[in-house]
């Protein structure tokens, strides 16, 4: 559903995704990994259209979507989370995640009427509040929420939003083990449901969760294929592996 | 809610009371009051709920008091054309001005904006067929078909009235979808575009919305003393209706009315009381009324560094 044909990005002369060709397949579970600066938070960046990408093509269900802005991006069902937590701090987690159903429900050019009065909206919201395990949190205001109740509504703001593709930019970073296993379930179960471009660090989580992994070095391809073929890739291994495995 | 009605109860009252003890002038020194009072609540919804902070909003007060003006001296004087026009003029100059600043952000977007009002300042200044830098004087008020403006107690009213409108409106829009949109953008733009918002378009349409009752602002302050200066457009009137917002508070209600109040009411003060023990130590300290005005602000906003308006509520949060 998710077609990077050939999509490079440079800075000057720096080079951080490099004629990067991949595809995530309907219901799939796709985990992009490789070593710090390989390029995944950047290559996330030019699929969720923060970034601009000049080099090569970015297809969505077909269509070309290589110069479509974020939002529209959103609009036509890819949404993302961020591995260093955006939420909106000074509103509730019911808030938060009411907003972002709101983005895809209805024009918001709507002056008058108050939001509050939008039942839908809330009750909606309250769901996935409890699918992303924040049930019986709603109202609190979402900068005082622990670490890894942040990275929840994180995901749960794109959750909300109702993708068919969902970019996962880390939602395991910097979480405890308890948190990661919370993290990991949410992740199991909202698989059913959509199609996940996950990066992560956490080789166990990827392992368990991936049906597919693309490994990225200096912004280039190196493998790509099913987890247990990725463990055994030689170019892999001393490429990226081999440091955790040794370790 | 109470408390609106409160203080529009006292507003209501008041130009009766100043009738009674024959002090007409108070009247039309609040309904200047009023007018800027919605100027800088136009400001606010920009600056406060939108968090842009625009340094060029005189440019819309200025040109709805010119498109007034300008529309009086040629014999248009009836307020159901000449103020829509105005704040048509307004809304198109914020959407000309807005499309292009909007693409900057911070520090640039505070400098363009001003740059942009400086120019239309500057095209005002040079209308010489209008006044130039002399300004234009206005053959008297807008008409509103039943007769004219003239009489200051029906002005006053008037003004309330749309002061009150105003208000209203903002309420609604703030608690609006639109509304929520817009404090999602303060707070966090690029997760607002990221959960599939145009923030460009929303914010732009919350500029030219404050663009168009700063400029219904300005219709209403050319007509006040039959007369545009063109001053109205000038940075300085720029940042006093900055200094009105942040006084009174930002991104509050009544924090636009709260800060045109204790503003100009703090210069009428200075200016026109002299107090006797200030007095015998500095004799001219009312020729420097901006450094007594300043002072008193530094000490309010030290005070109050939300704002007046959050001394009067405590549900906001810290």
Redesign the interface.
Known sequence: MLELRAVSKRYGGVVATDDVTLDVVRGEVHALIGPNGAGKTTLIGQISGVLATEIGRILFNGADITHLPAHARVAAGLARSYQITSIFRRFSVLDNLALAVQARSGSSFRFWRPLLTERALFDEARSIAVDIGLGGREDTPAATLAHGEQRALEVGLALATRPQLVLLDEPMAGMGPQESRAMLALIQHLRRRVSVLLVEHDMEAVFRLADRITVLVNGRVVASGAPAAIRNDPAVRQAYLGEEIAA | MIRAIAVFGVLGIFPLAMQAMDAMFYVSLASRILIYAIAATSLNLVLGYGGMVSFGHAAFFGAGAFVVGIMAVEGVRSAWIAWPAAVAVAALAAFVIGALSLRTRGVYFIMITLAFAQMIYYICVSLKTYGGDDGLSLPGRSTIGIGTLGDDLLWYYVVLAILALVLYGLH??V???????I??IR??E??????????YR?KL?CFV?AGAVGGLAGALIANQSSYVSPSLLHWIQSGTLMIMVILGGVGTLWGGVIGAAVLLGLEHLIADYRIGWLAALAPNYQDHGALAVGIVLLAIVMLAPEGLAGLFSRTR?K
């Open positions: 609604r829009l608690h609006s979808r639109f509304g929520r949109v404090a999602a707070e966090n690029a997760r607002a575009e990221a959960i599939g918002f145009p923030v929303y349409a919305i949060e």
